[in-house]
């Protein structure tokens, strides 16, 4: 009987520690971003996006958000061989081709994770071949992705017509969430 006792309080203990340690190193955020995480901001909390960096740009010219101002933005940072990223397009797409012209502008920001993803003919391909149509900037050497703090892929930012971070998502899903925000957005006043 004093074994069985032991060996509870000893996996007590174990789970204890465990959870402790994730939680203390950040582990259990990141384990929890994998199942999707969002955060909206009012618009006094938010801050001003980074500006994109510089990258090689498919189904469109350069974009600077500075040129954006009076259109919400959505910022998708991705990479073709995530298939998290890939259950994400429909969305984005979606997104993308019902409120373009009402006022959203959809970037998606091309972080690699393997060598293949970094050459933009295959980034070129794959874009073509998943019917994206918004404009793609390639971020290979992460500059984008540091300056938006992103930790893991897909991740998305809503920005206001002004230019401010709104609503930030890691991974799969929100997207009522985000639609109901988009179309939020869209209504604000540009001022």
Known sequence: MDSRRNMLIGIVAGIVIVTALSYA??????????????????????????????????????????????RVVLIEFWTFGCINCRNTLPYIKSWHDRYQDKGLTVIGVHSPEFDEERKVENVRREVTSLGIRYAVVTDNDYQTWSAYHVEAWPTSFLLD???????????????????????????????
């Open 25 to 70: 190193t950040g582990l259990l955020k990141l384990i929890r971003s994998s199942f999707g995480s969002s955060t909206e901001y009012k618009s006094s909390e938010s801050a001003a996006a980074p500006e994109l960096a510089t990258g090689d740009w498919i189904n469109s010219a350069p974009l600077k958000l500075n040129e954006l101002r009076g």
């Open 161 to 191: 017509k002004q230019g401010r971070i709104r609503w930030m998502h890691l991974g799969e899903g929100g997207y009522d969430e985000a639609e109901r925000l988009i179309q939020k957005l869209l209504a604000e006043d540009a001022t």
